[in-house]
């Protein structure tokens, strides 16, 4: 196997685990809040709708980026009005708003279907984007893949470092308590309802502005209940959940190398190798370290009502 062989597989695998990464590590801390959001789907699939008609419409890849990001914003804002300002049951909730979001997704992409559009542009630094290896895998990525590493480590100083983390992560464990304290509990889960929308959101205006660059009804294929399993069983850890990410894209490579083969599986099993794989691996991770303790959130699902 040649260098290029490498470098093309490594960035494969990369480009196929960003979706991902953007739309767990927001999931990841909505759930850190205490806030169960199943609506990772829709979210993505109707910022993917959303940023591809922006994009289209501007001719700007940002701005179908920002509309992307925007249109996860509007549905998670929804989400967080149910549950955190209503007190309506989470799980009902989010999928409820996976199913509005596959129909406003097909809604607003109904005269963008089978239309193409140039991918987002890749970075390209002279002399570093042509070193062997390395070269395309760390300077030659599109805006969205250096975006999901950055927000990546972002999160982690800010759960790891912060003060603003540590109340973050004490309301998820006992927002009973935190309220007593005098901290904002309702606040804090609306802020961070609405980044993992707007994290949603993103994911799915990388998958029709860089991934596949074009429209078409469901292309989230699943993706936002992987990265909801990717949470979980990552043990609501940011850097494992880039690590689990990238197990994901790692499948998808030898699945397309599996079916260009010719093993003689049949196609749909193939595809679901991927899924599979990514599951079963974290599951195994997550039962090996049970006995270290749960790092899940306490309060994890629990409508929060002040006392009054």
């Not at 759930?31 to 829709?42: A, D, I, K, Y």
């Not at 990388?206 to 074009?214: G, I, R």
């Not at 043990?235 to 959940?241: E, G, I, K």
């Not at 193939?270 to 974290?282: D, K, Q, R, W």
Request: aromatic share 6%; glycine share 14%; with cysteine.
């Amino acid at each position: 196997m040649t260098l290029d062989i490498v470098q093309m597989v490594l960035v494969t695998v990369l480009t196929a685990a960003t979706p991902l990464i953007l739309a767990a590590i927001g999931e990841l801390v909505a759930e850190r809040s205490g806030v169960l959001n199943l609506g990772t789907e829709g979210m993505m699939v109707l910022g993917a709708a959303a940023g591809f008609a922006v994009a289209t419409e501007t001719g700007s890849t940002l701005a179908g980026a920002l509309g992307g990001a925007g249109a996860g914003l509007a549905l998670s804002g929804l989400f967080a009005i149910l549950t955190v300002g209503l007190a309506a049951n989470q799980v009902a909730s989010g999928l409820a708003l996976t199913i509005l979001g596959l129909g406003l997704s097909g809604l607003v992409g109904t005269g963008y279907v089978g239309m193409k559009r140039d991918p987002a542009p890749h970075l390209h630094l002279a002399g570093l984007s042509d070193l062997p290896v390395v070269g395309d895998l760390l300077f030659g990525q599109d805006a969205f893949v250096y975006v999901a590493v950055a927000l990546v480590l972002g999160v982690w100083w800010f759960l790891v470092r912060s003060r603003a983390g540590l109340v973050l992560r004490a309301i998820g464990d006992d927002h009973t308590a935190t309220h007593a304290l005098g901290l904002p509990v309702r606040k804090v889960r609306v802020l961070a309802v609405l980044f993992g929308g707007a994290c949603a959101g993103l994911a799915g205006a990388y998958l029709s502005l860089a991934y596949t660059p074009f429209w078409s009804p469901g292309m989230t294929a699943g993706r936002g209940w992987i990265a909801l399993a990717l949470v979980v069983f990552a043990s609501w850890r940011p850097l494992r959940v880039a690590a689990g990410a990238l197990l994901f894209g790692g499948a998808t490579v030898l699945q397309l190398h599996a079916q260009a083969a010719g093993l003689g599986l049949p196609g749909q099993a193939l595809s679901a190798l991927p899924y599979v794989a990514t599951i079963l691996a974290l599951v195994l991770l997550s039962l090996g370290r049970r006995q270290g303790g749960s790092l899940a959130p306490a309060a994890l699902g629990r409508e929060f009502t002040p006392h009054r």
